[in-house]
């Protein structure tokens, strides 16, 4: 899982920039164990033409414009148009109501679901994709390319509650719950999977204390964060009455920096797509095989938890 020692892990961030996902990006990009091939966008925390922009915007503001940015699915695997939209959480522009120049780039003429397959085969088993939104492009990846679970080197997913509640409602985790077909299109294709839920990053909080210091670095992607945070805290301190904020995506990109960071149990995992518990990430740690017996599941590693002192 680690990347051989002297080469950099290549890996895709596939986002929706949100603030959380602003601190993950920025945490790849100065990872020195990750090569950052490119950002794929989806919808979520915003819209998903404004992740497009949000990417693009936040690529320009620390000179990374050399990563291309794919645009992801406006809609979700089955279509609907009717979105669970996260503006409560990050701000009305998802960067903490900061109003932003639009960016001078743009973003290549490919879908992310072309992007993604491209990638998989251009370096077969080399590549991970961080997942920190609907899983809705990596099902439109895998509809593309039915060889795709095979090709990517690990899907690294934000995604899940397991044995806790949600943060939607008390069965479902906000990205599952955005598109929970797709999740189980991903759940379920073969790949190689690491699921990192609420049950991991509900532990691992920015406190008042660490954005003071984080304030008080010299550092163009610290100062541009502290921008932001503003928005997240008080949401954090109005929604959850803890004084910090949870670190859902960084502590993802972590997970492909330095897994060994986290203890982890195997077993598979089905979504529930109807119903009032949808969104549910059913986790089976006994068995490899669940429903029909023609349906090979993805073997998941579910992160159980983290050295929160280390992230």
């Not at 100062?223 to 009455?241: A, Q």
């Not at 077993?267 to 669940?290: E, H, P, S």
Request: with cysteine.
């Amino acid at each position: 899982m680690a990347a051989v020692e002297g080469t950099k892990k290549k890996v895709i961030i596939d986002t929706d920039p949100g603030i959380d996902d602003a601190m993950a990006i920025f945490l790849a990009l100065r990872s020195p164990e990750l090569e950052v091939l490119g950002l794929t966008t989806t919808f979520g925390n915003v819209h998903t033409a404004l992740a497009t922009r949000n990417a693009l915007h936040l690529l320009e503001a620390v000179g990374r414009t050399d990563i291309p940015v794919a645009e992801g699915s406006h809609v979700t695997i089955k279509k609907a148009t009717k979105l669970r939209i996260a503006s409560f959480v990050h701000g009305s522009d998802g960067l903490g109501n900061q109003d932003f120049p639009p960016p001078a780039t743009k973003p290549v003429d490919q879908s992310a679901a072309a992007f993604l397959v491209e990638q998989a085969n251009l370096y077969p088993g080399q590549v991970s994709v961080v997942a920190l939104g609907p899983l809705t492009n990596l099902a439109l990846a895998v509809e593309l390319d039915p060889a795709f679970p095979e090709k990517i080197g690990q899907i690294i997913i934000l995604g899940g509650a397991y044995s806790v509640n949600g943060n939607v409602n008390p069965a479902a985790e906000a990205n599952i719950f955005g598109d929970p077909d797709a999740a189980d299109i991903v759940f379920t294709c073969g790949a190689d999977i690491l699921a990192v839920g609420l049950n991991v990053t509900h532990q691992v909080v920015l406190t008042d204390a660490d954005r003071e210091k984080l304030e008080q670095c010299d550092s163009k992607y610290a100062r541009y964060l502290c921008k932001l945070m503003g928005v997240y805290f008080d949401y954090h301190r109005d929604g959850y009455f803890i004084k910090g904020a949870y670190l859902h995506d960084p502590t993802t990109v972590i997970a492909a920096v330095n897994p060994s960071l986290l203890t982890y149990t195997e077993g598979v995992v089905r979504v529930q797509t109807v119903g009032i518990t949808k969104g549910l990430t059913v986790f089976d740690n006994t068995k490899k095989r669940l429903g029909p017996l023609s349906l090979c599941l993805s073997d998941s590693h579910v992160a159980e938890t983290g050295a929160v002192d280390r992230f």
